[in-house]
């Protein structure tokens, strides 16, 4: 053991200049900053994340675009200030005070979750096809800081005040009835699968009485024309709902909406089908430039607003074209091509 650590000792004494400049790198590489970087990331083709029984395939593609966000270390932040499409931010901007990357993580997986069995059961509703909703629920995904509550991020809501509570509309339109400071007992399934009781005082959130949480609903949606999803661990957030609920239209209706055009579109949908509004307008439409795309589809409102600025900026040849529903985005892609 002596020579053993001797030698050690000898080569550390030989070679320390080499150890030392091999230990700043790793630092100057690995070691990470409280700071997020935001970046154009490039397109998911909607097409490869569905997975039906036909044979169908779409001429172009339908694609919905992404935010690259990079953990800031020493090389990132010196390509950040020479890239003026890169902006970096710090941690507590990225994720909520109160929340951690964790809870977060979860929640945009929820969120991905719901996004996919709304595009679906709009896809659905549009094509004239039977289908059956089942196994709805709702989980606890975000606790505001100012809500009064013991509630817990993963919670089930199984009842409010002894009231069953199968979907979203049902709890909002019970604490609708409510007066804001009322307090209300939730029975839930914790994140562990126990049963719990939790409790809530109602806080006055535009003059309204809220919990002060956001809830995410999942649901099974069943048909003769089933449909599963391909998408990746890594994958998660709402944003994709629009393009997808187009890519699951095309093919359960076997209609090429794309006539070879790359096409790239951003936005949350709902089940009655209307198109919600999302963050880094920016950097998706970049991204969508550099790849090439002939189309960009955009929320109508802050987002189009946003989207026609950058592209005025940077003189970009892509055509803008804002939606507030899917039924918009059909028709536009039906019509112009």
């Known amino acids: 053991m002596k020579k053993l650590i001797g030698k050690i000792k000898e ?41 039906l029984k036909d044979d169908f395939k779409l001429s ?3 694609n919905m675009a992404y935010v690259s966000e990079i953990h800031a270390t020493i090389p990132t932040l010196i390509y950040s200030a020479l890239n003026k499409d890169w902006d970096v931010e710090k941690e507590t901007e990225v994720k909520n005070d109160n929340e951690t990357i964790e809870e977060k993580d979860y929640r945009n997986k929820m969120l991905l979750k719901e996004a ?5 059961l709009v896809a659905y509703k549009h094509s004239d096809i039977d289908y059956k909703v089942t196994d709805n629920k709702v989980y606890v995904t975000y606790i505001d800081e100012i809500a009064k509550t013991d509630l817990k991020i993963g919670d089930q809501i199984i009842k409010i005040d002894d009231n069953q509570i199968q979907n979203k509309t ?17 029975e839930v399934k914790d994140i562990n699968g126990h049963t719990q009781t939790r409790t809530a005082t109602l806080i006055n959130l535009l003059d309204e009485p809220k919990i002060g949480a956001v809830v995410t609903e999942t649901f099974n949606v069943k048909s003769n024309k089933p449909v599963t999803f391909n998408f990746k661990n890594t994958e998660s957030g709402s944003s994709g709902g629009l393009m997808l609920t187009l890519t699951l239209y095309s093919h359960l209706n076997k209609i090429d909406l794309t006539h070879g055009k790359t096409i790239v579109g951003t936005g949350t949908i709902d089940a009655n089908g209307n ?30 607003k946003e989207a026609k600025k950058v592209k005025k900026e940077k003189g970009y040849d892509i055509k803008l074209v804002p939606v507030g529903t899917f039924e918009e985005a059909l028709t536009y892609l039906e019509k112009n091509f």
């Open 116 to 120: 996919n069995d709304t595009a679906l």
């Open 11 to 51: 080569y550390i004494k030989q070679y320390y200049k080499i150890l030392l400049v091999y230990i700043a790198l790793l630092a100057l590489f690995l070691v990470e900053f409280p700071y997020y970087i935001s970046a154009p990331g490039g397109l998911i083709n909607t097409e490869e994340k569905i997975v």
């Open 275 to 304: 198109v919600g509004e999302i963050s880094g307008i920016k950097y998706k439409l970049i991204g969508a430039v550099n790849k090439k795309a002939d189309l960009f589809i955009v929320p109508k409102g802050e987002n189009y």
């Open 60 to 62: 172009g593609s339908l």
């Open 170 to 186: 049902e709890l909002f339109d019970y604490i609708a009835s409510k007066q804001i400071k009322d307090k209300v007992k939730l």
